[in-house]
């Protein structure tokens, strides 16, 4: 959990050839991006503060940091010892994710202290700093952790808040979805009692973006914001639950009934999460953000990984099993899913996951299959059409035996599970999290955390978490259509929520509507927007795992748009943000070998855009476009084959809550 004694040192060695800085009568430091372009002037004087410039305008003011331990000692106050700085460049090949190498150019300042140090990154784009202790042996207890962010201005924030109705108190907010829609406000009109999740991104001046999110978050709670109705943040972490009853959802939750007066439990020698505070100046590369990534705990390079297959899932549970032409009854039975098999197998889908229900309910118990379910058969079945089965599973369901649940279930040649109803980011759970990654990983089984927060780098240390939600995604369409607006979101979270990393949307559907005429129906659901908006979220939205949440019969119904997202790749080799404004529009361009895949989003105003697609060079074009009458019929759409203009510059024009995807060829 965490970083190891044995790997902290070894980090010291590599830092002994590093420059130890004098330190006698000096308590600040300046430390410098690559570029130069951002400053962080760290100060060491009784409490330690930083404080952040770009190009010679404060980000942020003075903000003190601390972690309060129960002994009474608090990192952050002591006399630094001494300085080491550090730089680092090098390329990271990466698995699963949105690019095939990922850059890591950094500079570093740790200031060292009796037993603990604080190191501090400078990225071009970005600065982190995390506590790491380094004294040789003991345990303690994390009372509290001071993150202080005090901003210059009252700025403007795009901000996600518990989705809870009781905010009379912080315990009442600790156990949420982490799903919400964003509220865009100055930061001194955040109210004090609503806790926010992370990312948050603030509008600085100049047009530059702030980007809040946090990586490295291992067995130790994650971190939201509270407002002070003034220009400054401050972070709270959820304390060490005491007493958990199995509750909620189908029993499937554990339920905090009272929690302990500390926020963590920890150990000499190891590191805690990175705090990060992401500099943009335009706003389109938070879309391409690696900074959750490149600060996460590296893989085991001794381990294989190459058995990872990331893909496409044919899902039942979006669409309610609600298939039609055949001569059975849908539902949770074995016809149905041969059906769901068979559909996958025709149009090359990795994936088909059984979700709620083929587990016996409320009995918190994976080996209690219902009797319509013969898994064996489905196994041998699937196997036979070179397809793979994906279980869901409910949180305490899964903790009440890790080990045995992946050892039978991987035995029988299921391939993974979609972890649901966690709800929570303490560390009780955090230990959940790492468990279940590392169970699965011994075993070859993906993991997709649902109900889960947003990515924060465990997924580099582990990659076979294939995919988290923490997003309002497409599912919000089944019971609120009508008070959500799900086509503005769609045009936020790019920026914001995936700036963090991937996220299980769940996109793909076949009906769609125009403004005001979507409405929530369980058993045949439709979203907001375009049908092309649903093709070019295949583009827009990083998913190593992705859904096709629509029912197989639809899509038999729409070959055209079947076959194009069909074929989609799910992890990328390229990511090249094309342009985009947060909450108004977005487009993103991404490779995979020699071809390249666009899509764009706009929210419900009409919008025409030029794309400078002059990076790729030449190339066929297969385009869906809006249809002349999709501000009407909004699965109007057309299919367009044409070249990649000379120029690059490709002028295209969507519909209101309308969508743009092209894939080029060379």
Same mark, same amino acid.
């Given at each position: $959990?965490?970083?190891?004694?044995?790997?902290? @040192?070894?980090?010291?060695?590599?830092?002994?050839?590093?420059?130890?800085?004098?330190?006698?009568?000096?308590?600040?430091?300046?430390?410098? =991006?690559?570029?130069?372009?951002?400053?962080?002037?760290?100060?060491?004087?009784?409490?330690?503060?930083?404080?952040?410039?770009?190009?010679?305008?404060?980000?942020?003011?003075?903000?003190?940091?601390? $972690?309060?331990?129960?002994?009474?000692?608090?990192?952050?106050?002591?006399?630094?010892?001494?300085?080491?700085?550090?730089?680092?460049?090098?390329?990271?090949?990466?698995?699963?994710?949105?690019?095939?190498?990922?850059?890591?150019?950094?500079?570093?300042?740790?200031?060292?202290?009796?037993? /603990?140090?604080?190191?501090?990154?400078?990225?071009?784009?970005?600065?982190?700093?995390?506590?790491?202790?380094?004294?040789?042996?003991?345990?303690?207890?994390?009372?509290?952790?001071?993150?202080?962010?005090?901003?210059?201005?009252?700025? $403007?924030?795009?901000?996600?808040? &518990?989705?809870?109705?009781?905010?009379?108190?912080?315990?009442?907010? @600790?156990?949420?979805?982490?799903?919400?829609?964003?509220?865009?406000?100055?930061?001194?009109?955040?109210?004090?009692?609503?806790?926010?999740?992370?990312?948050?991104? &603030?509008?600085? =001046?100049?047009?530059?973006? &702030?980007?809040?999110?946090? =990586?490295?978050?291992?067995?130790?709670?994650?971190?939201?914001?509270?407002?002070?109705?003034?220009?400054?943040? *401050?972070?709270?972490?959820?304390?060490?639950?005491?007493?958990?009853?199995?509750?909620?959802?189908?029993?499937?939750?554990? &339920?905090?009934?009272?929690?302990?007066?500390?926020?963590?439990?920890?150990?000499?020698?190891?590191?805690?999460?990175?705090?990060?505070?992401?500099?943009?100046?335009?706003?389109?590369?938070?879309?391409?953000?690696?900074?959750?990534?490149?600060?996460?705990?590296?893989?085991?390079?001794?381990?294989?990984?190459?058995?990872?297959?990331?893909?496409?899932?044919?899902?039942?549970?979006?669409?309610?099993?609600?298939?039609?032409?055949?001569?059975?009854?849908?539902?949770?039975?074995?016809?149905?899913?041969?059906? /769901?098999?068979?559909?996958?197998?025709?149009?090359?889908?990795? /994936?088909?996951?059984?979700?709620?229900?083929?587990?016996?309910?409320?009995?918190?118990?994976?080996?209690?299959?219902?009797?319509?379910?013969?898994?064996?058969?489905?196994?041998?079945?699937?196997?036979? *059409?070179?397809?793979?089965?994906?279980?869901?599973?409910?949180?305490?369901?899964?903790?009440?035996?890790?080990?045995?649940? @992946?050892?039978?279930?991987?035995?029988?040649?299921?391939?993974?599970? *979609?972890?649901?109803?966690?709800?929570?980011?303490?560390?009780?759970?955090?230990?959940?999290?790492?468990?279940?990654?590392?169970?699965? %990983?011994?075993?070859?089984?993906?993991?997709?955390?649902?109900?889960? @927060?947003?990515?924060?780098?465990?997924?580099?240390?582990?990659?076979?978490?294939?995919?988290?939600?923490?997003?309002?995604?497409?599912?919000?369409?089944?019971?609120?259509?009508?008070?959500?607006?799900?086509?503005?979101?769609?045009?936020?979270?790019?920026?914001?929520?995936?700036?963090?990393?991937?996220?299980?949307?769940?996109?793909?559907?076949?009906?769609?509507?125009?403004?005001?005429?979507?409405?929530?129906?369980?058993?045949?659901?439709?979203?907001?927007?375009?049908?092309?908006?649903?093709?070019?979220?295949?583009?827009?939205?990083?998913?190593?795992?992705?859904?096709?949440?629509?029912?197989?019969?639809?899509?038999?119904?729409?070959?055209?748009?079947?076959?194009?997202?069909?074929?989609?790749?799910?992890?990328?080799?390229?990511?090249?943000?094309?342009?985009?404004?947060?909450?108004?529009?977005?487009?993103?361009?991404?490779?995979?070998?020699?071809?390249?895949?666009?899509? %764009?989003?706009?929210?419900?105003?009409?919008?025409?855009?030029?794309?400078?697609?002059?990076?790729?060079? =030449?190339?066929? $074009?297969?385009?869906?476009?809006?249809?002349?009458?999709?501000?009407?019929?909004?699965?109007?759409?057309?299919?367009?084959?044409?070249?990649?203009?000379?120029?690059?510059?490709?002028?295209?024009?969507?519909?209101?809550?309308?969508?743009?995807?092209?894939?080029?060829?060379?």
């Amino acid at each position: $959990m965490g970083k190891t004694l044995k790997s902290l @040192f070894f980090a010291a060695l590599v830092a002994a050839f590093l420059p130890v800085m004098g330190f006698a009568a000096k308590s600040s430091w300046t430390l410098s =991006s690559p570029d130069g372009k951002i400053k962080t002037e760290i100060k060491a004087n009784g409490k330690v503060s930083y404080s952040i410039t770009f190009r010679g305008k404060t980000i942020l003011k003075p903000s003190v940091i601390a $972690m309060n331990l129960d002994n009474g000692t608090v990192f952050g106050e002591d006399k630094v010892k001494n300085v080491q700085t550090g730089k680092v460049v090098e390329s990271i090949p990466a698995i699963a994710y949105k690019k095939s190498v990922v850059d890591n150019v950094y500079n570093s300042l740790t200031l060292n202290f009796k037993d /603990y140090s604080i190191e501090f990154r400078a990225f071009d784009n970005a600065v982190a700093y995390r506590f790491i202790s380094t004294a040789k042996r003991g345990k303690f207890k994390v009372k509290s952790e001071q993150v202080e962010l005090n901003f210059p201005e009252d700025w $403007m924030s795009w901000v996600p808040f &518990v989705n809870t109705t009781k905010i009379e108190s912080f315990e009442t907010q @600790f156990g949420n979805s982490f799903e919400n829609y964003y509220e865009h406000i100055n930061l001194s009109a955040w109210d004090p009692k609503h806790l926010a999740f992370l990312p948050v991104v &603030v509008d600085a =001046s100049n047009g530059v973006k &702030v980007l809040i999110t946090e =990586s490295d978050l291992r067995d130790y709670p994650g971190l939201y914001l509270d407002g002070q109705g003034n220009k400054t943040l *401050k972070g709270v972490n959820a304390p060490v639950p005491d007493k958990i009853e199995i509750g909620g959802h189908n029993n499937l939750q554990g &339920v905090v009934k009272s929690r302990k007066n500390y926020i963590a439990s920890a150990e000499a020698g190891r590191s805690f999460p990175w705090r990060i505070i992401g500099v943009f100046e335009d706003e389109k590369n938070l879309v391409n953000s690696d900074l959750t990534w490149l600060l996460g705990e590296p893989a085991d390079q001794e381990t294989d990984w190459s058995w990872i297959k990331p893909g496409k899932v044919a899902w039942d549970w979006w669409n309610d099993w609600n298939i039609y032409g055949v001569d059975f009854e849908s539902g949770v039975n074995n016809e149905t899913y041969k059906y /769901y098999i068979d559909f996958a197998s025709k149009h090359g889908i990795e /994936y088909v996951i059984l979700d709620e229900g083929w587990a016996v309910n409320k009995k918190t118990d994976l080996f209690q299959i219902v009797p319509e379910i013969d898994l064996k058969e489905l196994i041998s079945y699937a196997t036979s *059409k070179n397809v793979s089965l994906i279980l869901w599973a409910g949180y305490k369901a899964v903790d009440k035996d890790i080990e045995g649940v @992946f050892k039978h279930y991987s035995k029988m040649g299921i391939k993974g599970f *979609k972890v649901d109803f966690m709800d929570r980011d303490d560390q009780l759970v955090m230990q959940f999290y790492e468990n279940v990654a590392k169970t699965a %990983a011994k075993y070859h089984m993906l993991i997709d955390f649902h109900g889960a @927060f947003k990515p924060s780098g465990l997924e580099r240390t582990y990659p076979n978490i294939i995919n988290y939600e923490g997003v309002a995604g497409l599912e919000q369409m089944k019971w609120g259509a009508k008070e959500y607006d799900q086509v503005t979101y769609d045009v936020i979270i790019p920026f914001v929520r995936m700036a963090a990393g991937r996220m299980d949307y769940t996109q793909g559907a076949m009906i769609n509507a125009t403004k005001g005429y979507a409405y929530p129906y369980n058993s045949m659901p439709m979203s907001q927007g375009t049908r092309c908006r649903q093709l070019a979220e295949y583009a827009i939205f990083e998913a190593p795992l992705t859904m096709l949440c629509d029912s197989p019969s639809n899509y038999m119904a729409e070959p055209e748009c079947t076959d194009f997202i069909a074929a989609f790749p799910t992890t990328w080799d390229e990511t090249v943000p094309v342009c985009g404004k947060i909450g108004e529009y977005v487009a993103i361009a991404r490779r995979k070998g020699n071809d390249w895949y666009v899509g %764009a989003l706009t929210g419900w105003d009409a919008r025409d855009l030029v794309l400078d697609l002059g990076f790729i060079g =030449s190339g066929k $074009m297969t385009v869906f476009q809006d249809g002349v009458n999709a501000h009407r019929a909004a699965r109007d759409y057309k299919k367009v084959n044409m070249n990649l203009p000379v120029d690059g510059k490709v002028h295209i024009h969507m519909a209101p809550g309308g969508g743009w995807v092209a894939k080029i060829s060379k």
